[in-house]
Each structure stands twice: as structure tokens, then as C-alpha cells.
């Protein structure tokens, strides 16, 4: 399954919510030297328990998902 997702970096907390169809993930880690993309994939992995790995996006806020079934 794809997913669109919007990622704000150096948030205060680390979590998921979805509006309008579109997950918005929060991740305490700064947008810099991927630190970012890695604890969404995490944060991601653990709120769905199954693999997720990008399709698009790695350099923009707006990203696509891949999450395995």
C-alpha cells in the first residue's frame, strides 16, 4: 500500500496523525544528514508494524510510502 505523508523535522514530540487521507509525521530528528527520513522510517515501522520504505520525496516535506502487507 502507498501513502502520502508530511513530515515536520525537529518537532517536539514524535507521532503520527492522519487528516484528509494524508499522514502527518512528527520526528524530533533534524532535517540534516538524512537523520530526518531515518526516524520517520522508524517512527513508521513501529506505528504500522510492517516494513516501510520510500518511493518518492526523500528531499521534500511531502513524501510517498511504500508499507508492506
Not at 13 to 19: C, P
Not at 22 to 48: C, E, G, Q, R, S
Request: cysteine-free; glycine content about 4%; aromatic content about 2%.
Amino acid at each position: 500500500m502507498k501513502r502520502e505523508i508530511r513530515v515536520t523535522a525537529n518537532a517536539g514530540t514524535e507521532e503520527v496523525s492522519e487528516k484528509d487521507g494524508i499522514l502527518t509525521v512528527k520526528v524530533k530528528a533534524p532535517a540534516k544528514d538524512n537523520k530526518a527520513n531515518i526516524a520517520v522510517l522508524k517512527l513508521l515501522k513501529k506505528h504500522f508494524n510492517r516494513d516501510v520504505r520510500f518511493v518518492s520525496g526523500l528531499t521534500s516535506k511531502r513524501k510517498i510510502v511504500k508499507i508492506d502487507d
